[in-house]
């Protein structure tokens, strides 16, 4: 039986249950489209890909995406979206204060389509897509997705395809081209001249390598131990010529505790807020981490990124066929390889050349710790 709250909601519902949608041809020349944005990052980038092919293919679609603040900015400044309307976490919450006008200002749109920009069940985010009204509804495969989602990009159990390339697999459906082979989620060139300029002058040494390390949770599992971290940037250090900056999406305490245990201070950049962290990755010559969100817009960047992912994450986490990305795969409690680590850093393009005696040190350090 669906639950009491859907059913009350069945009249908001009624005018998206009725319409109808044909493939291809259910988006034309000025049509509107919903994202609905669930707060999870990574779930946001991996949908970049097809943001941007159904803006490509569609003269003058309109694009407003539904979002948590303290994504606005970021997404603002991609240039992906027309609009950017924020909810609070509160306003989901059928029958509370701000649910229905939250549900009026959908319905208002007049959209074509809603796209929920998940991998994972959103109940709350496909109430608003049913009360927006679109015959198009895209979102993800799940038992109960019928009706908020009518349009799902299924795949097998044994289909580990990176989730980064799934969503875009849904453009072909819509008649358009399929997504590049090779797409960086962008980034607004005048503020990329900043932070470039900024990062040349903060460097202690101008041949100095950016290496951002991310102390954050992981999608699937608490976060990496930071003594693991505190020894990976260690080794670094011995090898490479190069800055640590600790980095995370969600930054906080953990980035503070990383930061004290660093020998040398990073050097003052701007990460205040989610553009400011996105624009300073987007300058880093290599990126180390967990499976993060900030691992995986790293890969959506282009920046060489080196991803530890344990038992708890699935094949489908790792962006195989990635040039510029590479997974290791650690148990956790267990010493981490320091020579699969380099050699995952040389394949993501980082020439690894040990600088003299700081290389025993970080060495012997790495090989002590356990993530």
Known sequence: MRPLVDRLLDPWSRRGREAVFTLPGALTCGAGVL?????????LIFHGPLLHGLRAGVPDLRVDVLLPEA????????????????????????FRRGFFPLLRA??????????IASHDPQPALAR??????????????????????????????????????????????????APLSVWRWPLPPERLRQIRQLVRFNKNRPDDRLVAIDPGAGKNGPALALSSLQFLAGQLAGQLSCQIVPLSADGGERVRELTALLPVAPPALPRADLLETALLLSQCD???????????????LGVPAVGLFTEEDGADWEPR??????????????????????AAVAAV???????????????????????
Not at 106 to 115: F, P, S
Not at 332 to 342: K, N, S, T, W
């Open 35 to 43: 994202v609905l944005d669930s707060g999870d990052l990574a779930d």
């Open 71 to 94: 994504h606005a900015q970021f997404m603002a400044a991609s240039g992906l979206a027309q609009t950017c309307l924020t909810y609070r976490p509160a306003q989901l919450r059928p």
């Open 106 to 115: 959908a319905r208002a749109g007049g959209y074509a389509a809603t796209i």
């Open 128 to 177: 608003v897509a049913m009360a927006a009204g679109a015959p198009l509804r895209l979102g993800p495969s799940h038992a109960n997705a019928w009706p908020a989602v009518n349009l799902e990009i299924r795949r097998g159990v044994a289909d580990a395809t990176y989730r980064g390339n799934r969503p875009a697999a849904a453009l072909p459906l819509l008649g358009l081209p």
């Open 286 to 300: 290599l990126f180390l981490g967990g499976n993060t969100d900030l691992f995986h817009l790293a890969v959506s």
């Open 321 to 342: 066929g990635r040039p510029a990305a590479r997974g290791l795969r650690v148990a956790r409690g267990a010493r981490v390889d320091a020579e699969a680590l380099f």
């Open 349 to 371: 393009g980082i020439r690894v050349a040990p600088r003299a005696a700081a290389a025993a040190d970080g060495a012997a350090a790495w090989r002590e710790g356990a993530v």
